[in-house]
């Protein structure tokens, strides 16, 4: 009985129920959008990371983990490195930013290519000329170039020597001295990966290099892609439940209106419902069930609306913006929009319940 009379109001007024529903939808795509954006970075960055092949970095000191760190490391250091006890290469890189977050990183291919495996090179190949340049194919994707054609950084153009797969460094990657000299870090590096003759020996050879650097930030490769993690990056969480606060007043605010005016719309119908005998308590089940259900529709909808947004940003800007799809965080953020609804409905329904049967029957 309950859900029959709840599905008829609903389907009495088509557009305000649609209008309800994707209004309600609006704060879960923004949730999961948000969500799926912050996943898909650190995802990204771990993966880039673990393609590196490295078991070690070595970083400047004043630095953190997932900062830049310009160049302050002698160039120096990656050979002294290079000679450590346990140590089977070290490799010297640097970074520099071109446009938020996107980071050129420059390195001497051939050791990088011993460290790793080398680059999977989609099309193109490895630098010839000193204004080459590689690029991932979601970089290429979004600047709509191939190998071979010229693109603009830093105000100079530059030849796309490569595309390659991405998942393995950087989504762009020059020459180590050419990079250096346009930075003005002639013989310096942001950091040094090494790699070791026996990955088991990582903690003794952290151990080691910390007592003869102390102040300088030393990781293994695996504590630097576990510390990619959203609970580690400062501030993130704090936003992500900022926008769920938000998505809970959106779905108060549009459920309470909805349903304030469905109640004043079906006063005649209150009126009725009471003279027959229903209690408080239905009429207010009622009011709440037809809103559960619309915030049940919005979260749907909601959810296709965030396929739709990752279509749209993956189009677009796959290489400045990664965003992935994080089906755990479906219920989460449709609950919280249901419990917004269903919050909202509380004042209609307690209105509707308290209606006079009598008055309500006179109404116009």
Not at 75 to 100: C, N, S, Y
Request: glycine residues 10%; charged residues 15%; contains cysteine.
């Amino acid at each position: 009985m309950t859900g029959k009379l709840v599905v008829e109001n609903l389907k009495h007024k088509p557009m305000r129920t649609l209008l309800s529903v994707l209004l309600i939808g609006v704060p879960v795509t923004l949730i999961l959008t948000l969500v799926g954006l912050s996943h898909g970075m650190l995802e990204d960055s771990a993966r880039r990371a673990r393609g590196i092949g490295a078991d070690i970095i070595f970083r400047p000191p004043g630095t953190s983990l997932l900062t830049l760190s310009g160049a302050p490391l002698n160039e120096k250091m990656v050979d002294f490195l290079g000679h450590w006890p346990r140590v089977k290469l070290a490799v010297g890189a640097i970074q520099h930013p071109i446009q938020t977050p996107l980071v050129a990183t420059g390195i001497e291919l051939a050791q990088f290519d011993r460290m790793s495996g080398g680059f999977t090179y989609i099309e193109g190949g490895p630098f010839r000329r000193p204004d080459d340049v590689i690029i991932d194919r979601y970089y290429a994707a979004q600047r709509h170039v191939h190998a071979g054609d010229t693109i603009r950084l830093w105000d100079k153009d530059w030849h796309v020597a490569g595309v390659i797969e991405g998942g393995k460094l950087a989504r762009i990657v020059l020459p180590l001295r050419v990079l250096q000299d346009l930075t003005g870090n002639t013989g310096k590096v942001s950091q040094i990966y090494l790699k070791l003759d026996d990955p088991n020996e990582t903690g003794a050879v952290i151990q080691a290099l910390k007592q003869k650097f102390p102040d300088y930030p030393i990781y293994s490769m695996e504590e630097l892609t576990s510390m990619y993690s959203v609970s580690n990056i400062a501030g993130l969480r704090e936003f992500i439940v900022v926008i769920m606060s938000i998505g809970v007043i959106i779905g108060f605010a549009v459920v309470c209106l909805s349903m304030y005016m469905a109640v004043l719309q079906r006063t005649r119908e209150i009126g009725i419902l009471k003279s027959l005998g229903a209690s408080q308590f239905f009429i207010l089940r009622v009011i709440v069930a037809e809103a559960l259900l619309l915030g049940v529709g919005g979260s749907i909808l909601g959810v296709l609306f965030s396929f739709g947004a990752y279509w749209l940003i993956r189009t677009l800007v796959p290489a400045s913006i990664p965003m992935v799809i994080v089906p755990s965080w479906w219920p989460i953020a449709g609950g919280i929009t249901v419990f917004g609804a269903a919050l909202g409905a509380l004042y209609p329904g307690l209105s509707a319940a308290r209606h006079d049967p009598i008055e309500a029957l006179a109404y116009e």
